[in-house]
């Protein structure tokens, strides 16, 4: 299994502009998860979606949104770009996603996509 | 609100030495803390999480709750050691939302 894999790895775009990144999840994985990593910090939670059902959200605008796909895979768009978004956006999946106790669901990361927005 | 701090960027050692790094978490609850490893050129993974008291790589990490901490300690740095580490908060809502510090580089020289 290659694990989570992200698509495109590199992209640049102007403010103003549209992006959809792409997410595949591990096989057997139901949840995906989103996170933005601006340089020198951690990641930032932005979504994360089960069964195509979206289960929470973070603290970032409508302009992002996200969907998930019967085969689990997962795109997150970005509307209006402006030069904050420039980031690493990271995708997590798991395999229920419930984040129940009594384990703590492990999160497996993909490589990301570095967003340049000019 | 949840949160968790990092108190260091940078940590340098020299191979042999002994290693902890710091992480303070804000959290009304019972915590659930993990710490993550980021290797040069390789993708995030998790190295442990305190719920499973285990030790990875040598690594481990106690959950104190009178003072708020989860500090990875490690007796004896290697240089394969050097690497980017991100201690994480399982956020509440009962979905898959953690809550990263800043990170810290290890850096164990030779």
């Known amino acids: 299994d290659a694990g989570v894999t992200q698509s495109p790895t590199h992209l640049i775009k102007t403010r103003g502009q549209h992006v959809t990144l792409r997410c595949s999840p591990i096989?057997?994985?139901?949840?995906v998860s989103w996170y933005q990593q601006v340089l020198g910090q951690g990641p930032q939670f932005i979504f994360q979606?089960?069964?195509?059902?979206?289960?929470g959200r973070g603290n970032f605008p409508d302009r992002f949104s996200a969907r998930q796909f019967p085969n689990y895979s997962s795109e997150l768009n970005v509307n209006a770009l402006l030069l904050g978004d420039s980031a690493l956006y990271l995708c997590?999946?798991?395999?229920?996603?419930?984040?129940?106790?009594?384990?703590?669901?492990?999160?497996?990361f993909g490589p990301g996509t570095r967003l340049l927005v000019l | 609100a949840q949160r968790v701090t990092q108190p260091e960027k940078l940590l340098s050692v020299f191979k042999g030495a002994p290693v902890e790094l710091k992480c303070n978490y804000s959290y009304s609850g019972s915590p659930e803390l993990f710490w993550y490893v980021q290797y040069s050129r390789q993708r995030l993974q998790l190295l442990l999480r305190h719920i499973s008291r285990e030790s990875i790589k040598g690594f481990t990490a106690d959950l104190n709750k009178g003072e708020t901490s989860f500090h990875l300690k490690k007796p004896f740095a290697q240089e394969e050691d050097s690497a980017m580490y991100y201690c994480?908060?399982?956020?509440?809502?009962?979905?898959?939302?953690?809550?990263f510090g800043a990170g810290t580089r290890l850096a164990v020289h030779p």
């Open positions: 096989s057997g994985h139901k949840s």
């Open positions: 979606y089960y069964e195509k059902e979206e289960r």
């Open positions: 997590a999946s798991s395999l229920v996603g419930s984040g129940g106790r009594g384990g703590g669901e492990t999160q497996y």
């Open positions: 994480a908060l399982k956020g509440p809502g009962g979905y898959n939302k953690l809550i």
